[in-house]
């Protein structure tokens, strides 16, 4: 339990924060110490288990079906990060609480950090992988949040995309290589992948896993070639820097690679890839750092060179290499985050952090000098400090690194001068900024020491280095032995802490570097006029314009795509849905199927072909608009025919209603539409759209041909058996629609209301004028109401409503239904419409179809409501028998209430859709009144 | 009878198609409407073509399926509300635009569509 309350804690009281910060800085800074001291004191009783080798670990289920649980896992590797996370947490509180300005928002600041504390802490105790991704990208947001605090800088702004673009673009290839250590294994478990190294060691997607594991940790870590967020990440508060950007976030890459070890290294292709890049990043880095005139960018590719040389440690495949890394995780953590703390003293006393005005501070701040010069002198690996310790190491290691040939020259070569660069880049922190001369120009002046309270936190840092360095068995021997041993999965190898191992090699490699760092110091500037010949690369330019070249490229692209004309979407749609639809329907084979084919039936034959022929005559046709709409009207009573004559009586019912309303609706639009298509397109063009319509018609052709050849099993008996008993009705289609399905059928009325109301919107305030004439210039019939007509219609009306009124009732048993009845009701009304024209009609039916259609989408959803009530699911229907006299032996079925809503919306949406329409009319014009009536 | 059945599928298809291609919006809406013919006729034969097997219990030996049937059903209502709302769409487009061009871009006619409208008038 214990486990997850330390992660946590840190997100619940970043609620908290905020509301402390009214309290003043002080206030808030102890409200934000709460969790890391409670998180402490939470860790401190496992300790017992972990110094025996156990391993403490809790689990809740999550999402089981994907492999996610809420597990958490301490073991040695996960406590020594913890404590670091927590323990250099807490001294950055105090020390913000110094750096920040009264007038900031502490509130946000304190609040993020602690986000970003808990997200770490996340990443070392997640006991399964999937859980540990989401707190490393969780840490990536929280650190784009740190690094632009200052929002209103440019450069923090840039700085923060730059690291979130490339730590979050790493932290999408890990979790690729997540899922695929997850799929080799079946398990996203730790203790499982942790486990089954040899499984994935031989596994043929090893290779591809481990670059993508090690792409996710090599961007986090700052290693070539991503290095260079990390020196644009120092626009952050220099808490930020000190916290994130040294001690903690920028490990999480390395602690992956140490969490991982187990599982992934001991290869080959670990050796070469962990290993160069950590060898390249630490002579980069270390030569880099020489030239850079501001204090933090010297840390920043001090940090970058160091993290290059823990990784060249885990990658080098021996066990006392990785025990080294891990110390020097440690050492590099205590020295680095007091150098930063005592750069931001000098920010924050000085005004400036420009090492070339930067000059003899020793004369008002001994304190802080000393502080930092110690700091230093252990990043530089002078003996009695912690630094020295794991140099040392490290050189030894080099030395053993079995090269063959000439290369086993390489690595020692390479430590010593990076050795060298980080004697010279430390001497000039101290000289250059101590020592050397009178300041010039600061900004602040005189500068003096910080308050009292600020410097606690590098003092309590500087003294670890001290104690480690001089006492290390002492004082972190039990700790590095738990983590040494949880990184390597197993026995320790022998290794001695100790501050001197007499004259050796890694000695004289220590003394070559000191004497080659202070010269080299010595003769700065003619290094520094060597480096100036060189231009130097600018990453943030660099990155800047690979950014804004790859969104002009796809900007470019989505223009020569999208260029606004739908024909061409049109197109493209088809050609995409051709080549989608070819490859799985090529691979089956459309030959015709075992069923084979029934003899023909030549009536319906004769319509088939009547039918064709009319589709093709509506396209021949289609320039004369009203031609083609009346070959159209053919075709759709044909299909209608079809329908009937394949035992589908509801639909050919369906398929004539709505051929009605839709015709009279297209003829409505040529009303205001030219009556004739001009010839636009050339005739390749033409030819062109000929083909691929006749792609189509073939592959339809051949696919209904397949279709209907094979024998096929259909999950229909199951509604044909259940029909009467379940749903009370011998119309299987309409007990489908209204009972079974009921749930589709009220998302399809739904539908259909919007489409109709839509229609509304979209002509309410629109006006067209209607043309004075036909297209072809004849003049429209001055009789705009015919008598016939009228004289026809308006009996017509009851005798209509009454058959509708039948088809409903006898929808449940017999052909029929509320979509039919609905349908008959809205053709008997627009034939009332198109009679007497729409101000007669409307003087006559007061209720406004948009209430219709409520009430329709409304009652359909009460119905289903009402089961509720009742204690069954949504739409449960039921049905009962009730005798009447006179008619007989009659069904009640709350199915019944339900269509009678389907009715009212389809009633209500075609006479919205179609009066709409005809309202059109710019009623000021003189033309529109006496031609309403051609508008319906 | 299959052959026959797949033609018309087919042919409504490649009607449907070609008038979608167009320039215009009316032919637009036609072809729609063509193509919503031909899926639902392809829709409703994926339960198999048969006479005299109505899905009304008590009315048939065997039945057709009831399935896709009701699914065309509603497919025709809803091609219904389809074709309306694009009606709807072009009437607006020339409200706006003056013209029925489908990407709302009026074209210069030429010489030749002169003559080719006056052949249509006669």
């Known amino acids: 339990m214990s486990l997850p309350l330390v992660v946590l804690l840190p997100f619940l009281c970043a609620l908290a924060a905020p509301l402390f910060a009214q309290g003043g800085r002080t206030a808030s800074a102890i409200a934000s110490s709460v969790p890391a001291i409670i998180g402490l004191a939470a860790l401190y009783p496992h300790w017992k288990i972990l110094a025996d080798g156990g391993i403490v670990e809790t689990s809740y289920a999550w999402i089981p079906a994907l492999g996610l649980s809420f597990s958490f896992r301490l073991d040695g590797l996960s406590m020594l990060f913890a404590l670091m996370i927590l323990i250099i947490g807490l001294l950055i509180i105090l020390y913000a609480r110094y750096y920040l300005k009264p007038y900031e928002n502490v509130g946000k600041f304190y609040a993020l950090l602690l986000c970003f504390k808990g997200s770490m802490l996340g990443i070392v105790l997640s006991g399964n992988l999937l859980l540990m991704l989401i707190f490393w990208e969780l840490t990536s947001l929280t650190s784009f949040l740190l690094i632009s605090f200052w929002s209103h800088q440019q450069d923090a702004r840039r700085g923060a995309r730059m690291a979130l673009a490339i730590t979050g673009g790493g932290g999408l290839a890990l979790l690729a290589g997540i899922l695929l250590i997850g799929n080799m294994i079946g398990s996203y478990e730790l203790a499982d992948v942790l486990a089954a190294g040899d499984l994935i060691k031989n596994h043929s997607m090893y290779p591809l896993a481990l670059t993508l594991i090690l792409l996710g940790a090599f961007t986090k870590s700052a290693q070539f070639p991503f290095h260079f967020w990390l020196p644009n990440a120092m626009q952050a508060p220099t808490p930020v820097s000190a916290y994130l950007h040294s001690a903690t976030m920028v490990k999480a890459g390395i602690f992956l690679m140490a969490r991982l070890y187990p599982a992934l290294a001991g290869t080959e292709q670990w050796f070469y890839m962990v290993s160069f890049t950590g060898m390249v990043t630490l002579l980069l880095g270390a030569y880099v750092a020489m030239f850079k005139h501001d204090l933090k960018g010297l840390l920043a590719y001090s940090t970058v060179s160091h993290l290059g040389l823990i990784t060249l440690l885990l990658g080098m495949g021996t066990k006392l290499a990785a025990i080294a890394g891990v110390f020097h995780i440690i050492n590099h953590a205590t020295f680095k985050a007091s150098l930063f703390m005592a750069a931001g003293i000098i920010d924050h006393e000085t005004g400036t952090r420009d090492m070339r005005r930067l000059n003899g501070l020793w004369q008002y701040m001994p304190h802080t000098a000393t502080l930092a010069m110690v700091a230093a002198a252990s990043m530089a690996g002078v003996p009695l400090l912690n630094g020295f310790l794991s140099k040392e190491m490290f050189f030894a290691e080099a030395l053993e690194l079995n090269l063959p040939g000439l290369w086993a020259y390489l690595p020692p070569l390479i430590a010593t001068l990076a050795g060298i660069f980080a004697v010279a880049y430390s001497a000039r922190f101290i000289h250059d900024v101590f020592f050397n001369g009178k300041p010039k120009n600061l900004p602040n002046f005189p500068p003096h020491e910080p308050p009292r309270y600020m410097k606690i936190p590098v003092e309590i840092l500087v003294l670890a280095c001290l104690v480690v360095g001089m006492f290390p068995a002492f004082s972190v021997g039990p700790i590095l032995f738990a983590a040494a041993s949880a990184t390597l999965g197993g026995e320790v190898p022998e290794y001695h802490l100790t501050i001197a191992h007499g004259f050796n090699m890694p000695l004289l490699m220590s003394v070559l570097a000191f004497i080659g760092g202070l010269i080299m110091y010595s003769q700065r500037q003619r290094f520094f006029d060597f480096h100036a010949r060189f231009k130097e690369i600018d990453a943030k330019a660099v990155f800047q314009a690979v950014v804004s070249r790859v969104g002009e490229i796809s900007e470019r692209f989505t223009a020569s795509l999208e260029n606004g004309s739908l024909q061409r979407y049109v197109l493209l749609l088809f050609l995409a849905a051709f080549v989608l639809a070819f490859m799985p329907l090529a691979s089956l084979g459309l030959s015709i199927g075992s069923n084979g084919l029934s003899p023909i039936d030549y009536p319906s034959a004769l319509g088939a072909l009547v039918l064709m022929g009319a589709a093709i005559g509506t396209v021949v046709t289609h320039r004369r608009r009203l031609t083609s709409l009346i070959l159209l009207s053919v075709v759709g009573l044909l299909v209608a025919l079809a329908f009937a004559s394949f035992s589908a009586p509801d639909l050919a019912l369906t398929q004539l209603s709505v051929e009605v309303v839709t015709i009279v609706l297209l003829v409505l639009s040529l009303f205001y539409l030219p009556a004739w298509t001009p010839t636009e397109t050339a005739s390749l063009v033409r030819w062109r759209d000929a083909s691929i319509a006749l792609i189509g018609g073939v592959g339809m052709t051949l696919v209904t041909l397949a279709l209907l050849t094979r024998p096929f099993t259909s999950i229909s008996e199951f509604f044909l058996e259940n029909s009467k008993p379940g749903g009370g009705g011998t119309n299987v289609v309409n007990v489908i629609l209204v009972d079974f399905r009921g749930f589709d059928t009220l998302g399809e009325i739904t539908v259909l209301a919007i489409a109709a109301l839509g229609i509304y919107a979209m002509m309410k305030y629109s006006k067209l004028k209607p043309p004075a004439t036909d297209g072809f210039g004849n003049p429209w019939s001055r009789d705009a109401h015919p008598t016939m007509l009228m004289q026809v219609s308006r009996p017509l009306l009851p005798l209509a409503l009454m058959v509708s009124v039948f088809i409903f009732l006898r929808g449940h048993n017999m052909p029929g239904g509320g979509f039919i009845a609905g349908l008959i009701t809205a053709v008997a009304l627009i034939s009332q419409y198109i009679a007497s024209g729409i101000n007669w009609s409307e003087k006559r039916v007061t209720v406004p179809y948009q209430i219709v259609l409520a009430l329709g989408v409304g009652i359909a959803t009460l119905t289903g409501v009402g089961s509720y009530a009742l204690g069954y699911p949504f739409l449960t229907s039921s049905f009962t028998y009730i005798t009447l006299p006179v008619v007989g032996k009659f069904e009640l079925a709350t199915a019944m209430i339900f269509d009678l809503g389907v009715y009212l919306t389809v009633v209500g949406a075609s006479l919205l859709a179609l009066t709409s329409l005809s309202k059109l009319s710019d009623s000021t014009s003189g033309v529109s009144d006496s031609h309403e009536a051609r508008g319906i | ?122």
């Open chain 2, 1 to 122: 009878m299959e052959l026959v059945f797949a033609l018309v599928i087919g042919t409504l298809t490649s009607t449907g198609i070609y008038l979608l291609l167009r320039a215009r919006t009316f032919p637009v809406v036609v072809g729609l409407t063509l193509l919503s013919y031909g899926v639902n006729l392809f829709l409703f034969s994926t339960g198999r073509l048969m006479s005299d097997g109505q899905p009304i219990i008590g009315d048939a030996e065997t039945y057709s399926d009831p399935l896709p049937q009701a699914l065309v059903l509603t497919a025709i209502v809803i091609g219904f509300a389809m074709t309306a709302f694009l009606v709807a769409l072009a009437l607006r487009s020339h409200a706006d635009t003056d013209v029925d061009h489908v990407d709302g871009i009026k074209q210069q006619e030429t010489a030749d569509e002169q003559v080719d409208r006056t052949e249509n008038n006669q």
